[in-house]
């Protein structure tokens, strides 16, 4: 079956940048929309950013908007999300997630395949 693992994640200063990664392994697909979720303590899974098979489509929530950017790399099936500016609120949980489908959607139901997920901290 699919198989999805990020990495990248870490502690970081308030104004500081990451850089996550996700690797697709097994039944995943160059074609398939992947993304970014993320999970606070107590909150719930809230979407932050996807990109089509090609690459030539994008969205970002607008929490993140003009901070993240999302790219892949179809060649190495990998997915990449680049934080900069971070804030305390943007403490959380990450995780990739990948479906068949063409939409670039923000609902969790549409998103069957996910990793594990990668802490990401950012101190005040």
């Known amino acids: 079956q699919a198989q999805l693992v990020e990495s990248g994640g870490g502690l970081v200063q308030d104004g500081g940048s990451l850089r996550l990664s996700c690797e697709a392994s097994?039944?995943?697909?160059?074609?398939?929309?992947m993304g970014w979720f993320r999970q606070a303590p107590g909150k719930e899974r809230e979407f932050v950013a996807a990109i089509g098979g090609s690459g030539d489509v994008s969205t970002h929530a607008d929490s993140v908007k003009g901070r993240f950017t999302i790219s892949r790399d179809n060649t190495e099936n990998r997915v990449a999300l680049q934080m900069n500016s971070l804030k305390p609120d943007d403490t959380a949980v990450y995780y990739c997630?990948?479906?068949?489908?063409?939409?670039?959607?923000?609902?969790?139901?549409?998103?069957?395949?996910w990793g594990q997920g990668t802490q990401v901290t950012v101190s005040s």
């Open positions: 097994g039944r995943t697909s160059g074609r398939w929309t």
């Open positions: 997630a990948a479906n068949p489908e063409n939409r670039l959607s923000p609902y969790q139901h549409h998103w069957p395949y």
